[in-house]
Each structure stands twice: as C-alpha cells, then as structure tokens.
C-alpha cells in the first residue's frame, strides 16, 4: 500500500527518452495503481512518445512553452496552459514546437488493462511520432529506439 510523500520536480528521477524527450519518475519504487502521473520536457519537433490510443483516459496541461497536439489524424497547436482531455480509445500524442522546450504534465487513469493501440497513421509518421506496423505491444513498437536513461536533473526541465 501507498503512503503519502511529497516529492519535488527536482529531486525525482529523471529520464532521457532520447528521440522522445525527458521525463521525470514520481513513483519512487512503486508503481501508482489508480493513475500515473508525470511531467515530460521535449525540444521543438520531439513527440513525448509514440501515437497511439489506449483503454484509459489521459489529460495533459502544456506549463512552458508551446506544442503540436496530433489527435484523431489531425493537428492542433497548443500554448502554455492550454488543457488536452484525452478520452479513452482517442488516437494521439503530443510534440514539441515553437523555438524552445515544452514542459507537459500528463496524467492518466490506470484501473484495468490499458490495452494500447499504435496504429500507423501518416501524419504521425511524419512528426517521428508513429509507427510503421500497428502493434498493441509497446516493446514493439519502442524496440527501434533506445531504451530511456537515467540523466541529471536540468533546470530547463520544468522552466523551459
């Protein structure tokens, strides 16, 4: 069972995703297991993961910069403090854009399977942020790029 903590954004672990920007780990040894929960910082043209869709629902709040949102094959522009709910089973993913970091809090329901979709999607595709084979295994659709990696905390993680 959980127990109450307080934590900071910069003194949790953070992850460099490499293709998919930074990311910070707020679940200090164990999983959440009614929501996961956390702030990713991408460079303009880096998407915070792969296109996708999944049985939860997702909500991302942009805190610092600007953004591209793909959503249902379309594109939409995001600012700071521009709101996205995510309804389960609705196609997307978040880009950086603009001439500087994005800093994104995303937080997501996670009762029950997930059951993600990666589906091919050419707009996707075009933003680096889609695959080429629709798969529902996430290690298939990461296994051509690295694996994250544990990297200092950076004060342009959470400021810009």
Request: one cysteine or more; aromatic letters at 12%.
């Amino acid at each position: 069972m959980s127990r109450w903590h307080v934590l900071n954004a910069r003194d949790v672990q953070w992850w460099d995703a490499g293709p998919f920007g930074f990311y910070a780990d707020f679940q200090p040894g164990e999983a959440f297991t009614e929501f996961g929960f956390n702030i990713g910082m991408a460079l303009p043209g880096q998407p915070g993961a792969l296109y996708h869709r999944e049985a939860h629902q997702e909500c991302f709040l942009v805190l610092h910069g600007e953004a591209l949102l793909l959503v249902e094959g379309q594109e939409r522009p995001l600012k700071r403090w521009d709101y996205f709910h995510c309804p389960a089973g609705v196609e997307h993913i978040v880009v950086g854009a603009g001439d500087g970091p994005c800093v994104v809090l995303a937080v997501g329901g996670r009762v029950g399977p997930s059951n993600p979709v990666y589906p091919v999607n050419e707009l996707a595709q075009k933003h680096g942020a889609g695959v080429d084979v629709e798969t529902t295994s996430p290690k298939e659709a990461y296994a051509a790029g690295p694996q994250p990696v544990e990297t200092p905390f950076r004060e342009e993680f959470v400021s810009g």
